[in-house]
């Protein structure tokens, strides 16, 4: 059976549901802060130096409603480099620009079940480049930016992220510099990519797009924001405009439930039931489709990479307001 094959001329039927009412959403993302904002379990990053000094008490939740609404607690303002979060908007862009059957033919879509930066996943995943939420699948996603020169490709990616956010993102110079020069083991990524004709650029070039993607500032406001143009199929909520197309936002979540979370991306879908995106820096972003994106930062990680306020914080939101994608429970009788 070829699983590739679409269903042509059907209209699709989308069915999602709601968040609670506003002062019910604000009160629980106010007391998922009070919960959790007392733990100090996991350890700071700082395989890239700069990111080792963040302070680890640091600790935000913001919840963006697809009617644009905005529930906020915590350090809010404070910004942080995007980083891993990065990798399913420029997914989701390099997708649009590809359509979902090529860029799954380039980029691959299973989970690899190995760590984020592993080099065994690429020697033994068919695809080599895994998928696009890792870091082999991620630097070929970077690869394929369209533009003429080095400037243009990265003009795409910077404005394509800034229209998730709806404002432009700025690079963090410190953390790219910082990256650029610790960054040995995804060259090799690259270099071992270029070997099995699975980068689509200059190695070079492609690291140091993928370098300057995880460096952009932003804050958990921007990151929920971006999880709620994923969740209201591909149209900012806050600014209105189209980012990418909805059948775009449905491939790309897919992603994100099978590999967001790296090695512990089935241990997070049976949790929280969302697909969810983490980065070393410390964030996590969350999407409810159709309803919301969900965003948490706290720098201390687990030892996989995810922050663990960040993912305490989502599980208790996830369940009290009834975001998990699996759970149902029986309708009443109708006889
Ligand atoms: O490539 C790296 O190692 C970092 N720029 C990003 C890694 C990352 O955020 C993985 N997250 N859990």
């Known amino acids: 059976m070829d699983m590739h094959q679409r269903v042509e001329g059907e209209e699709h039927i989308i069915s999602t549901g709601h968040l609670p009412p506003a002062e019910a959403v604000r009160s629980l993302v106010a007391e998922a802060h009070r919960r959790y904002r007392a733990n100090d379990e996991g350890l700071v990053a700082d395989y890239i130096p700069v990111l080792g000094q963040t302070p680890r008490e640091l600790f935000a939740i913001c919840v963006v409603a697809v009617t644009g609404a905005r529930y906020g607690v915590g350090d809010e303002q404070h910004e942080f480099s995007i980083q891993s979060i990065s990798k399913p908007f420029v997914f989701a862009l390099i997708c649009q620009q590809l359509g979902p059957d090529r860029a799954r033919e380039l980029l691959g879509v299973d989970a690899t079940g190995h760590p984020f930066n592993s080099v065994m996943a690429i020697e033994s995943t068919p695809t080599r480049t895994g998928n696009p939420m890792v870091n082999a699948g991620a630097i070929a996603a970077a690869s394929l930016a369209p533009g ?91 600014t209105g405009e189209r980012v990418v197309d909805a059948a775009i936002c449905a491939r790309v979540l897919a992603v994100m439930a099978t590999a967001g979370l790296y090695e512990h991306s089935g241990e997070w879908l049976y949790d929280i039931g969302l697909p969810g995106k983490s980065g070393v820096s410390g964030g996590i972003v969350t999407i409810a489709p159709g309803k919301g994106g969900l965003a948490t930062f706290a720098a201390p990680l687990d030892a996989a990479g995810n922050s663990v306020r960040g993912q305490l914080a989502t599980r208790f939101l996830s369940e009290r307001l009834g975001l998990n994608l699996f759970a149902s429970k029986p309708e009443p009788p109708s006889y």
Do not use: H
């Open 148 to 238: 003429d020169s080095a400037g243009d490709k990265w003009e795409f990616i910077q404005q394509g992220l800034g229209r998730f956010a709806g404002r432009r993102l700025e690079l963090d110079p410190e953390v790219y510099a910082c990256e650029s020069a610790s960054n040995a083991r995804n060259q090799g990524i690259a270099r071992l990519l270029e070997s099995y004709g699975r980068l689509y650029s200059d190695p070079l070039q492609a690291i140091d797009l993928y370098t300057r993607q995880c460096a952009l500032r932003v804050n958990v406001r921007d990151l929920a924001v971006m999880g709620a143009t994923l969740a209201d199929g591909g149209v900012n909520p806050v």
